[in-house]
């Protein structure tokens, strides 16, 4: 079954407040991706983390990998309409596997 | 220009009908993989391959065949469809740069509805 979990399924925030969703794995991860799939699209690359602890930034949107590697968070800082999608992790549990969370949707209000 | 191409984008079939919808990629990936999606379930591997005749099972399997014969091309046959098999459906494909899982490139998907 879906062994990596994602919280909240859904959030709905007004345009300007922030956002974070968590993505959450049974097992310890090699790497972790994030993805951005908006509405009638697919998902698409956002980012990924190697290291334990590690932390990157792009912009208004802000990535952590947890120091045991089994936990991964994404930040969204004043979020803006453009935001509006499912953010889904991906984490490699071992070579050739890579299972994705069960992502997030956000919608932003303007 | 760097792409995954899938067809159909939209099938609506019978129960029993066997389909087969195509994946293509012009990126030299060696890995490609295809998934389903379906509302509260995230994306769920069906199958994926790491190169020419080498493929395996993903979380989600049953139902499904797929074959590698060549590179560039990874379809997903459904020999006898059924209802529960209706979902979007997405191929992806990837360099996999010394075991450490690359960027998936995403085709545009296909919707598929069973009746």
């Known amino acids: 079954g879906q062994q990596v979990m994602q919280i909240p399924q859904y959030q709905h925030v007004q345009e300007g407040e922030d956002f974070t969703t968590y993505c959450n794995s049974s097992t310890t991860l090699s790497n972790i991706q994030w993805y951005k799939q908006r509405p009638g699209g697919h998902p698409v690359f956002l980012i990924q983390l190697v290291k334990s602890g590690e932390v990157k930034k792009q912009k208004r949107l802000t990535f952590q990998f947890g120091e045991a590697k089994k936990n991964s968070s994404l930040h969204i800082t004043a979020t803006q309409t453009t935001d509006v999608g499912t953010y889904f992790c991906?984490?490699?549990?071992?070579?050739?596997?890579?299972?994705f969370g069960t992502g997030t949707r956000l919608l932003v209000s303007p | 220009e760097a792409q995954v191409t899938q067809n159909p984008r939209y099938l609506i079939t019978v129960t029993g009908k066997k389909l087969t919808v195509t994946c293509s990629q012009n990126?030299?990936?060696?890995?490609m993989s295809w998934y389903r999606q379906d509302p509260g379930l995230g994306l769920r591997q069906i199958y994926y391959?790491?190169?020419?005749?080498?493929?395996d099972k993903g979380d989600v399997p049953e139902g499904y065949k797929v074959s590698r014969k060549e590179k560039r091309n990874f379809p997903l046959i459904l020999e006898s469809p059924s209802p529960n098999q209706t979902s979007l459906y997405f191929c992806?494909?990837?360099?996999?740069?010394?075991?450490?899982?690359?960027?998936?490139?995403f085709g545009p998907g296909t919707r598929l509805t069973v009746t």
């Open positions: 991906a984490g490699q549990r071992s070579f050739q596997k890579l299972v």
């Open positions: 992806a494909s990837s360099l996999v740069p010394r075991g450490v899982m690359g960027e998936q490139y």
């Open positions: 990126m030299n990936h060696e890995y």
């Open positions: 391959s790491m190169n020419v005749e080498v493929t």
